[in-house]
């Protein structure tokens, strides 16, 4: 059955793939089908999603942060004549149940990129008398809440194109959205904030495209103040977190304020793991395999923070011969660490999750794009165990964003992979000052002041180097 | 540091074959209560390395673990507390992992390993 879907308008890639996402997690063998309504942009938050029941629809919208609300369709219509037509022809049946004599129900009025006048609803609320409403209405409590979304004009300011025509669609509500837990987890009032902790939207997402659920183990080699672990937490699952930086994971600012504090805070319970590891020689005992069902994380790319591993003067390569540490300062040798590529840290993260996750598990992380003046296509890291299943951009800037890479495994891990493995990783190693560069350009790209900025005069020009709708909070 | 991650570690020291299982070295262990999660634990069995936790265990004071499993042991209530207890429930706050090869020590302190290793052992 068809569902009309209304989404948030904000981070516009991410909003199918995390309903997707949210789809496969209840129901695995379900492909999820859509469908714009007459005339509207892609953009656009209003979307129709062919579900098999309602009871999945509910679960979706009930875990999902980027969808308000979906709802069953009774009709559709340029105008209230059309809208009456169709909700008259709409089947009794299902109408019926929800208009009987003793429940209580509730009407909202709502329209995308505008704000109605109470007198303005009151008008269209009076066009509805056409329904057979036998019930009373309650606003605080309803058993049944009905939502009247009449677009006509988006107004300006969200960047979509203007609207053709208008539509107005009236539907019962199913169920609405898990957004409350963006207010509930917000950093500002979180205890322990690292520099790139990431915020609890985003890490909400990423949970939900990793499919976190109760009883699933859960893993960030990069979990920092364990931002992301929250999130899985907060859905049930166990996890498990790395960082190369003992001071964060360890100590934090104090025996209040750590990332077990984090999880205390929230009443979460805390990671099963939290360890000092390196990602590019992670310590797992060589027989662990297909031990994870998630990976994720926000990989150190060198632009806010950049990456560690072990070894540090090593690399310097025919400056220094590698440091032996001497016998009797073996004990607090506090070892020294080089700089991480990017390239190299991604090629990390890919095996170990080849070689760690489950069959089936998923591999979220954030890869950083710079925005070309051409339209030259950027090349996602791949690994021959993984699909790629999404890719979400989140533009920071004009000149540079981030993808949510969402990836899931579909072949085993075998022998020939760790052999290519570790080909590559030599191959990096011998090569770390070029993969350096690379990262310092990122660098260089997100930060080094604009040329093109200062030459050319106004900001249309740049908006036609990356034609994409940015709402005000997109 | 519970024992499901001691489960899971080696010493990955250049040169060394055989980093499994890292002995303990306990100064302070302490208890910490868990939600009990039967899904999980049967999620995890077959992926742990059953005598490496028996004897991690027992290092640690707790004994209850039979000497040897089998996945029909998942049915038994009792079986399953016991697993959860040793799995999750037994913390090294203080004291290290030692290298079965090396004798390398990997400190463990506030609960955290640090499986770091140094410059000439990459």
Partial sequence: ?474 | MRLITHNMLSSNIKGVSNGFPLRIEAAKVVEKAVDFNPDFLKNMFSKIEWNALVEASRTLGYSDLPENSDPSMLDSDAFLRSFHHALLELHLEEGALVCPETGRKFPVSKGIPNMLLHEDEV
């Fill in chain 1, 1 to 474: 059955m068809w569902y009309l879907c209304v989404f948030y308008h904000r981070l516009l890639e991410f909003r199918k793939p995390e309903f997707e996402s949210l789809a496969g997690l209840f129901d695995d063998d379900y492909t999820v089908e859509w469908r714009l309504p007459d005339g509207y942009h892609p953009d656009s938050p209003f979307h129709f999603v062919n579900l098999p029941s309602e009871e999945l629809a509910r679960s979706i919208a009930n875990r999902s942060i980027l969808l308000k609300g979906i709802y069953e369709l009774w009709g559709e219509g340029c105008n209230f004549e059309e809208l009456e037509e169709a909700i008259s022809k709409y089947p009794e049946d299902r109408k019926l149940p929800y208009l009987s004599h003793g429940s209580t129900f509730k009407i909202t009025v709502d329209s995308f990129g505008k704000v109605f006048s109470s007198h303005e609803q009151s008008d269209r609320l009076q066009k509805l008398s056409f329904i057979p409403f036998k019930g009373r209405v309650n606003l605080r409590n309803p058993d049944h809440k009905f939502c009247l979304i009449d677009n006509n004009d988006y107004g300006s300011g969200n960047g979509l194109p203007p609207i053709v025509e208008r539509r107005i669609f009236f539907g019962r509500e199913i169920a609405t959205s898990h957004r409350k837990v963006v207010r509930k987890y917000q950093l500002k009032s979180r205890k322990y904030l690292g520099p790139t902790a990431m915020d609890a939207e985003m890490a909400f997402l990423m949970a939900n495209q990793a499919q976190v659920k109760s009883g699933k183990l859960v893993y960030d080699p990069f979990v920092g103040t364990g931002s992301i672990l929250i999130s899985a937490a907060h859905f049930g699952a166990t996890t498990m977190g790395a960082d190369i930086d003992i001071r964060v994971v360890r100590d934090g600012r104090g025996p209040d304020c750590n990332v077990w504090s984090n999880f205390e805070q929230y009443g979460l319970p805390p990671p099963v793991a939290l360890l000092r590891a390196d990602n590019n020689l992670p310590p797992w005992r060589s027989g662990l395999k297909e031990v994870l069902d998630a990976i994720i994380c926000d990989p150190p790319y060198g632009v806010r923070a950049g990456g560690r591993k072990s070894g540090g003067r090593k690399l310097l390569k025919g400056t220094v011969d590698p440091y032996t540490v001497p016998e009797e300062k073996r004990r607090d040798h506090i070892p020294s660490t080089a700089p991480y590529s990017l390239a190299e840290c991604v090629h990390d993260l890919l095996d170990v999750a080849g070689r760690m996750l489950v069959m089936g598990g998923r591999l979220v992380y954030f890869y950083p794009v710079v925005a070309k003046d051409e339209e030259e296509a950027v090349v996602f890291p791949c690994h021959p165990c993984f699909e790629v299943i999404a890719k979400c951009e989140q533009i920071l800037s004009y000149r540079y964003s981030r993808v949510l890479v969402t990836m899931v495994k579909v072949r085993a891990y075998r022998e020939e992979m760790e052999i290519a493995g570790r080909m590559k990783r030599l191959d990096l190693k011998e090569n770390h000052l070029k993969w350096m560069e690379e990262a310092g350009s990122l660098h260089s790209a997100v930060f080094s002041p604009d040329m093109q900025a200062t030459t050319t005069p106004a900001g249309d020009e740049k908006c036609s180097q990356k034609p994409k709708y940015r709402g005000k909070y997109v």
